[in-house]
């Protein structure tokens, strides 16, 4: 097992850690809940042995090692085996930059940028080394964008640099901007986002693997995203047959599903989330890691500019055969937890027409109206057995679910909710089903899928 200790792309204050299990994957159920029992047999520090700290000097001590030099030889060892063009690594005229935003990436994106035959890029020297202060960010997490990457954006202006590489301070999570050449966007630099380098890096592993391994059965092939995700791979996959699985929110469930798939023999080439995670050695690390992921990436944009093609333009080459898929990501805070509640229970019970359910204000009109807008066609019960994560009582066992038939102008056509197990396709006469995705009483999550395709 191991433990990261890591606020990862959040302020200090944030400060948590990662459990992983012996599989090298963060811990799931029942492992979590074994282990939170554990903590609650021990709440208080064992006396005498909790702050004797001699034990953690490993010339005092043979329960303690420092292992970081072998397991970065074994790393970059394994690392090597991503590489599918080091001679267009080598040679190709192309200038990078690197930030690790004031965390501990820099050290191993040098190693790693060498391993794959690159030149040393350039770095942003203002944020090269590990400060949990993070002076020069208000956040230190790359997917915000132009503000946390303007230190690197001034420093590849000022060294005419052609790609921006960034990982969060943790380094599991990658970023990547090019340089516009026609100046369209605001900064001169087209950053792109989770859901575009996970179309770009699928669609590269994809091309790589297969041009190594052309006789391989892809029956036996996987490429795994999270729910929250863009669902290019799946697009991807139906054009080249190969297999995809959609898993809940998480490199836990990720990783663990990818872990199944390589017990079973198969070939798990790629994941990713739309939060920048990317998973480009499955055999090697069963988790995010942007460094992984920033040599990949590095190594495809080489190969790019040595056929004369720009990111940009690969990603519309990879739309235009596989399908273009439009993604809008955002959220909102609800602190009030008596409030998030309720705006899920109407959700579940949409046929409800009393005060605590109505927005304020309903005319006799709009009563009507709503009654149009309810899917009559079943009455769901949950599906979550005994054997569930979290009990569910048995009132909400026996209770009836009726959700919306429209969102605005638009008809839903299915609806999947984690929360009480609830998975139905209206158009399949409202025939419902147990989710096949984990469902969990303590979250909630509804997921509706529209007849134009979309989902929400």
Not at 442 to 450: D, E, K
Request: with cysteine.
């Amino acid at each position: 097992a191991g433990i990261v200790v890591t606020a990862s792309h959040n302020p200090k204050e944030d400060n948590g850690y990662k459990v992983y299990w012996n599989n090298g994957a963060q811990i799931i159920s029942p492992v979590d809940v074994k282990i939170a029992e554990e903590i609650e047999k021990n709440l208080e520090p064992w006396k005498d042995k909790a702050w004797q700290l001699d034990i953690l000097d490993k010339n005092k001590s043979k329960l303690v090692s420092d292992p970081i030099d072998e397991v970065c030889d074994m790393y970059m060892s394994e690392l090597s085996k991503l590489i599918h063009f080091p001679e267009i690594n080598a040679t190709v005229p192309l200038k990078f930059a690197y930030t690790p935003v004031h965390g501990v990436g820099q050290p191993y994106a040098e190693r790693a940028f060498a391993t794959f035959k690159f030149p040393p890029f350039i770095s942003v020297q203002k944020q090269s080394a590990p400060d949990p202060e993070f002076p020069t960010v208000k956040f230190p997490n790359p997917e915000e964008g132009k503000e946390t990457l303007a230190c690197a954006i001034q420093t590849a202006n000022e060294q005419n640099v052609d790609f921006i590489l960034a990982t969060d301070p943790d380094a599991d999570r990658f970023a990547l901007a090019e340089r516009d050449p026609r100046e369209n966007s605001e900064t001169g630099w087209r950053i792109f986002t989770g859901n575009q380098l996970g179309a770009l890096l699928g669609w590269y592993q994809w091309f790589t693997w297969r041009n190594r391994n052309p006789t391989v059965d892809v029956k036996d092939v996987y490429m795994i995203y999270s729910t929250v995700s863009s669902h290019i791979l799946k697009s991807i996959a139906e054009v080249e047959g190969f297999n995809t699985i959609e898993t809940l929110t998480g490199f836990k469930w990720i990783g663990n599903k990818a872990h199944e798939l390589l017990n079973d023999k198969k070939h798990v080439l790629f994941a990713f989330e739309e939060s920048i995670g990317f998973m480009c050695d499955a055999h090697n690390v069963l988790d995010k890691d942007g460094i992984s992921a920033m040599c990949v990436g590095a190594e495809m944009c080489a190969y790019l500019k040595s056929i004369g093609r720009t990111l940009h333009q690969q990603l519309r080459e990879v739309s235009i055969l596989y399908g273009y898929h439009i993604n809008s990501n955002s959220y909102v805070t609800c602190n009030q937890t008596d409030v998030m509640l309720k705006i899920f229970d109407r959700l579940r019970h949409f046929d409800k027409n009393d005060s605590e359910n109505s927005p304020v204000g309903r005319t006799k009109e709009k009563d009507s109206e709503q009654k149009t807008l309810v899917q009559y066609s079943n009455k769901l019960k949950s599906h979550i057995g005994d054997d569930e994560n979290e009990a569910v009582d048995k009132k909400k066992k026996e209770e009836s679910y009726v959700y919306p038939k429209n969102c605005g102008h638009y008809t839903i056509v299915g609806i999947r909710d984690l929360t009480v197990g609830i998975e139905v396709d209206f158009r399949d006469g409202g025939k419902d089903k147990k989710p096949v995705l984990p469902c969990s009483s303590a979250n909630q999550m509804i997921t509706f899928y529209f007849d134009n395709g979309c989902e929400m």
